[in-house]
């Protein structure tokens, strides 16, 4: 469970590779939209995407201080910014929701479900959508 612009957000624990102060970004020769720049993590090139701005959220001084790094479908790796990391919940299937239609102004596909932690809502991330 992590923190992005006051939103509480999570991400299978199986799909976490790392969470970590984030290197130097090294800069692309072609600009890709939302991506911020490229780090290593565990020998893979990784592109570390603006998550704020994909999610439409408000945007924080040290864009890329922490960052979450998630292991994608095709084995490869894909790093969001966040604000911090908050810990692990243990999730049962059954506090497992369906997404709701409108979530703000969350694009849908990057969410793949809503887990209820103590009072709080908790956006699961599908990494696969970055």
């Known amino acids: 469970i992590f923190t992005l612009g006051g939103q509480a957000f999570g991400i299978e624990s199986m799909k976490v590779v790392s969470i970590m102060r984030s290197p130097a970004l090294k800069t692309l ?9 490229m780090i290593t993590v565990q020998g893979k090139e990784t592109r570390v995407f603006d998550a704020y701005s994909i999610l439409h959220l408000p945007p924080v001084s040290n864009l890329t201080e922490n960052v979450v790094a998630m292991s994608l479908s095709d084995g490869s790796i894909a790093a969001i910014p966040i604000d911090h990391a908050d810990g692990i919940v243990d999730a ?37 959508a970055f």
Not at 29 to 36: D, F, H, K, R
Not at 92 to 121: C, F, W
């Open 29 to 37: 020769e072609v600009l890709e939209p939302n991506v911020l720049g």
């Open 92 to 128: 049962e299937d059954r506090e497992m929701n369906l997404v709701p239609e409108i979530i703000n102004n969350v694009p849908i596909h990057y969410i793949s479900g809503i887990v209820s932690h103590q009072g709080k809502l908790i956006l699961l991330l599908n990494p696969d």
